[in-house]
């Protein structure tokens, strides 16, 4: 039997039935990503493995390099055949990490290979892939069509054109494409470096002078607009911690004047300033009926000669442990009070705080939009077997499970469709072992219904994209 076969992860004949019956077939609402809409735009045909599976992946990258591997093999001046031909190295080694699963059933769900990778076949397989990969159903179209993609989310500037989301809009693209708010370039204040071109930029793109601070909001609000009009329903914040020191609009106008001088913010005005945009953000998305992302808990470029050296996104961050539950509560609660609350998603990167967004959650419920404070699928280090249970059972614990709008992909890579299909396994698996257990009722209609709605439906209805 292949390793990956029809009853991967799923342990008991009720786990098998959910899973066939009532997971498998639904489609994929991949509602986070951060594909490019260029790619998209183009139906990108990728050369090789390389291109499609190894060129932006930093899960691999760090397996490699804790494998010995060198950095030109990584992300440096290497062929694309030697770079995976280390990844192909380093697979054996990965045995009880996600990627050992996740490059199998990738393998087995593009290609229809079953082989365990490793270096002695790294050439065949390398070939094989290549020669499918030529082939127009190999296409970004022709991918999304098999795997049965009804619609992507991808994530974007406020200061992008949005010129290929338009192209892709008119195009014959078998899948939904919508891009996501996401305004992190809004909060460098500390940054010189990054603020000033970012600000320039949103200039050109909303075409309004910014000259004071109420010009800048006026800019983003514009581009907010532009985001709608072409589909947008989300927004998106990659925040360490979140931010609940807040001030008023002149205080905020007047660190925005500082940063925009080129002088030194400190660090309680930075927090003062980025309390005050998360607000107007926040108010932005609900007047428009929009759902909020904010994804908590990254401790980002820990290494700073890598930092120096490579950039960001590089396979160089980890699990932060700031605490954040207290400016969490008080972000949502300075929202709520003004009835300014927006849809929401909340995504936790720490394991030790689940349980506290998992109840945050349950205490800004409106009694109006089921699950309206979601606590999001595990991410990033989360976003494998154990830790998908970890949050699926803390949310359980402590909120309505059947609420919950399940998984994405937050990637990079069109090799990444089948973490869809891992997810809904791995829930199949949870719910059918409690069947098996006599902790749930043996009533496959109900629960096969609740399956069925967490792999597709529940996201459909509450992120109300124009689908």
Not at 99 to 105: A, G, Q, R
Request: contains cysteine; proline residues 4%.
């Amino acid at each position: 039997m292949s390793f990956i076969n029809d009853n991967f992860l799923l342990e008991t004949e009720q786990a098998q039935h959910l899973y066939h019956q009532y997971a498998a077939a639904e489609p994929i609402l991949d509602y986070h990503s951060h594909l490019p809409p260029k790619d998209i735009a183009e139906n990108r045909r990728f050369a090789n493995l390389f291109e499609i599976w190894l060129e932006g992946d930093h899960y691999k990258w760090r397996a490699m390099r804790a494998n010995g591997i060198p950095e030109s093999h990584c992300t440096g001046d290497a062929s694309p055949f030697e770079k995976f031909e280390a990844f192909a190295a380093t697979v054996p080694h990965t045995l009880r990490n996600p990627l050992y699963h996740w490059t199998h059933l990738e393998l087995k769900r593009y290609f229809g290979i079953d082989d365990l990778l490793n270096e002695s076949n790294a050439r065949r397989i390398w070939d094989q892939t290549n020669a499918q990969l030529a082939s127009e159903d190999m296409r970004i179209w022709g991918i999304l069509k098999k795997f049965g993609v009804k619609a992507i989310c991808t994530t974007d500037d406020p200061a992008d054109d949005l010129r290929w989301h338009a192209a892709i809009a008119k195009s014959d693209c078998p899948a939904k494409v919508f891009p996501t708010f996401r305004p992190d370039g809004a909060m460098h204040v500390q940054r010189p470096d990054l603020f000033l071109p970012w600000i320039e930029k949103l200039y050109e793109t909303s075409g309004v002078s910014i000259d004071s601070f109420a010009d800048f909001l006026k800019a983003i609000e514009l581009r907010h607009d532009a985001f709608h009009a072409i589909g947008c329903r989300l927004s998106d914040h990659g925040l360490n911690r979140c931010f609940a020191n807040f001030c008023d609009e002149e205080e905020a106008a007047g660190i925005f004047d500082k940063a925009r001088e080129g002088g030194e913010v400190s660090a309680d005005e930075f927090d003062r300033y980025a309390s005050f945009m998360m607000l107007f953000f926040g108010k932005l998305d609900a007047a428009k009926g929009w759902t909020k992302q904010i994804h908590l808990g990254a401790r980002r470029n820990a290494n700073s000669r890598a930092y120096r050296e490579l950039g960001t996104d590089k396979g160089f961050d980890s699990i932060g442990d700031a605490p954040q539950g207290d400016a969490l509560a008080a972000y949502l609660d300075r929202l709520d009070q003004g009835d300014q609350l927006p849809r929401m998603v909340l995504y936790n990167l720490n394991p030790n705080e689940n349980y506290t967004f998992a109840t945050m959650a349950g205490n800004f419920q409106d009694g109006k939009i089921a699950g309206k404070i979601q606590f999001g699928s595990g991410w990033w280090f989360l976003d494998q077997k154990e830790a998908m249970e970890w949050q699926m059972n803390a949310l359980s614990n402590c909120g309505l499970f059947s609420r919950f709008i399940g998984m994405l992909t937050d990637s990079r890579s069109f090799m990444s469709f089948p973490r869809h299909e891992y997810f809904r396994r791995t829930l199949c698996n949870l719910v059918g072992n409690d069947m098996a257990k006599g902790l749930l009722p043996n009533d496959e209609a109900m629960i096969g219904n609740m399956v069925r709605n967490i792999c597709f439906g529940n996201a459909r209805d509450f992120l109300r994209l124009p689908l």
